[in-house]
């Protein structure tokens, strides 16, 4: 499976972008898909996880009420909606595809990782 991510892009603090993950096989809809990210000279920290269907959706607690993630199986497509950006939220977004149908928040849960895109906030 390979993973196509894009969307990001440079904001002012306050605005939106709405992420995309592409899979490059339609058996990526059977598992569930988890948008990380990771800030220069931090560890890669979990986002959010969307289950393999959307019916079960997870957050980080700083992103909770402010990000947004579905998926259109149809489309191989995982989508994170952020809005009310704020510059601790600058960092590189991968997404990834878990190993199974629900999914945890260790990255060890997840088998296949895209290249990341980047999202920059400006105060």
């Known amino acids: 499976v390979q993973l196509q991510a894009s969307g990001g892009g440079l904001v002012q603090a306050g605005g939106s972008l709405r992420l995309s993950c592409v899979a490059s096989?339609?058996?990526?809809?059977?598992?569930?898909v988890g948008w990380f990210r990771q800030a220069p000279g931090k560890e890669r920290e979990f986002v959010s996880s969307?289950?393999?269907?959307?019916?079960?959706?997870n957050y980080a607690d700083n992103v909770q009420g402010r990000f947004t993630i579905s998926r259109d199986n149809a489309k191989s497509t995982v989508y994170l909606q952020m809005n009310s950006l704020k510059p601790e939220d600058t960092a590189v977004y991968y997404c990834?595809?878990?190993?199974?149908?629900?999914?945890?928040?260790?990255?060890?849960?997840?088998?296949?990782w895209g290249q990341g895109t980047q999202v920059t906030v400006s105060s």
């Open positions: 990834a595809v878990a190993r199974g149908s629900y999914s945890g928040r260790g990255l060890s849960d997840y088998a296949y």
């Open positions: 096989r339609r058996t990526a809809s059977n598992n569930a």
């Open positions: 969307i289950s393999w269907n959307g019916g079960n959706k």
